[in-house]
T-cell receptor, first 118, second 111 residues
């Protein structure tokens, strides 16, 4: 089945550091990828929709200058948390939509990146 | 986005018993209803889904039922096993979009 790979799976860094998370679709092409944040014991909250070749669309309340998204190819989207602070510590998950399927089809999720800012 | 309420938030059952999780919604335009299982430290995985033109779908021990009139859909797990322990999320979709996740249900299956 379709696989989405997310890297790294876990990162710990100092406050003020910028952290880049990669999301790759391994066996399909994705014009659209999605980035979610999940705090402990809570549901997934959509942060932004990443569109290949164009600017990402951010959800209300998500700072686009804080969470930089780049979707430069049909198989890779990156999320960079700039100048990360302890409150940015969370579980970040991406998903991807197969470009050859209708929009209302299951998305494939990565296994998440646990970000801990000290 | 569209709100979806999921209940219960936690569910503890004995191995072999059944588990039922329910989600209610209000948007009549919703026509796609997937369920996801999220194990600790991993992303959610689709386990079953249903579209609005059917009322029930079954895959071995897992089933989903949909009541469009009452605007709710449920996940049923029969003969539960310890490996079913996880967090389960419902979600809504309509013609062009996948909408919000439910709040999640932490299922614990006691051996």
């Amino acid at each position: 089945g379709a696989v989405v790979s997310q890297h790294p799976s876990w990162v710990i860094c100092k406050s003020g550091t910028s952290v880049k998370i990669e999301c790759r679709s391994l066996d399909f092409q994705a014009t659209t990828m999605f980035w979610y944040r999940q705090f402990p014991k809570q549901s997934l909250m959509l942060m932004a929709t990443s569109n290949e070749g164009s600017k990402a669309t951010y959800e209300q309340g998500v700072e686009k200058d804080k969470f930089l998204i780049n979707h430069a190819s049909l198989t890779l989207s990156t999320l960079t948390v700039t100048s990360a602070h302890p409150e940015d510590s969370s579980f970040y998950i991406c998903s991807a939509r197969d470009k050859d399927l209708p929009p209302n089809q299951p998305q494939h999720f990565g296994d998440g990146t646990r970000l801990s800012i000290l | 986005g569209e709100n979806v309420e999921q209940h219960p938030s936690t569910l503890s059952v004995q191995e072999g018993d059944s588990a039922v999780i329910k989600c209610t919604y209000s948007d009549s335009a919703s026509n796609y209803f997937p369920w996801y299982k999220q194990e600790l430290g991993k992303g959610p995985q689709l386990i079953i889904d249903i579209r609005s033109n059917v009322g029930e779908k079954k895959d071995q021990r897992i089933a989903v039922t949909l009541n469009k009139t009452a605007k709710h859909f449920s996940l049923h797990i029969t003969e539960t096993q310890p490996e079913d322990s996880a967090v389960y999320f419902c979600r809504l979709g309509n013609a062009g979009n996948m909408l919000t996740f439910g709040g999640g249900t932490r299922l614990m299956v006691k051996p």
